[in-house]
């Protein structure tokens, strides 16, 4: 066991690496923008279609955002340039994702959301209501 103490705490370093702030900022960031990967691929594979759930764009906002802040602190251009516009899409995405999500019906009947200009419900075909629901007021 002491190969196992020696490979993860060593020389004053945890895993081999020098922590600092910083470095806790840039791997956190890393850990969150890679995970939006497995969050998507979960979504996909549940649904057995393409899927890119919300979560996907907040991971990406969140983990790019934090990478950003480390490479401007180490003022790394490749990295900085790299991260400085990948937000513009996150932010788009989630604004397009959270306007569709309002706008829903939601049928009385059977609680299916449909899209914002769809008549009847897709799911039980009664009549949607002339002015979309908010799907938090269905109880
Ligand atoms: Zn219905």
Same mark, same amino acid.
């Given at each position: 066991?002491?190969?196992?103490?020696?490979?993860?705490?060593?020389?004053?370093?945890?895993?081999?690496?020098?922590?600092? &702030?910083?470095?806790?900022?840039?791997?956190?960031?890393?850990? =969150? /923008?890679?995970?939006? $990967?497995?969050?998507?691929? %979960?979504?996909?594979?549940?649904?057995?279609?393409?899927?890119?759930?919300?979560?996907?764009?907040?991971?990406?906002?969140?983990?790019?955002?934090?990478?950003? &802040?480390?490479?401007?602190?180490?003022?790394?251009?490749?990295? =900085? /340039?790299?991260?400085? $516009?990948?937000?513009?899409? %996150?932010?788009?995405?989630?604004?397009?994702?959270?306007?569709?999500?309002?706008?829903?019906?939601?049928?009385?009947?059977?609680?299916?959301?449909?899209?914002?200009?769809?008549?009847?419900?897709?799911?039980?075909?009664?009549?949607?209501?002339?002015?979309?629901?908010?799907?938090?007021?269905?109880?």
């Amino acid at each position: 066991m002491d190969w196992l103490n020696h490979l993860i705490w060593h020389g004053g370093k945890f895993l081999g690496i020098t922590w600092s &702030v910083w470095k806790v900022v840039g791997w956190v960031g890393n850990v =969150i /923008f890679s995970t939006r $990967f497995f969050v998507q691929w %979960y979504a996909t594979e549940k649904k057995r279609q393409v899927v890119v759930p919300v979560a996907f764009w907040w991971l990406s906002l969140s983990g790019a955002l934090l990478l950003l &802040v480390y490479a401007l602190k180490h003022h790394d251009s490749v990295f =900085i /340039f790299a991260y400085l $516009f990948t937000w513009i899409p %996150y932010i788009r995405n989630l604004v397009i994702h959270y306007r569709h999500a309002r706008e829903q019906r939601v049928c009385r009947q059977c609680a299916t959301k449909s899209m914002a200009n769809a008549n009847y419900c897709a799911n039980c075909g009664a009549a949607l209501t002339a002015k979309p629901v908010d799907a938090m007021s269905n109880v």
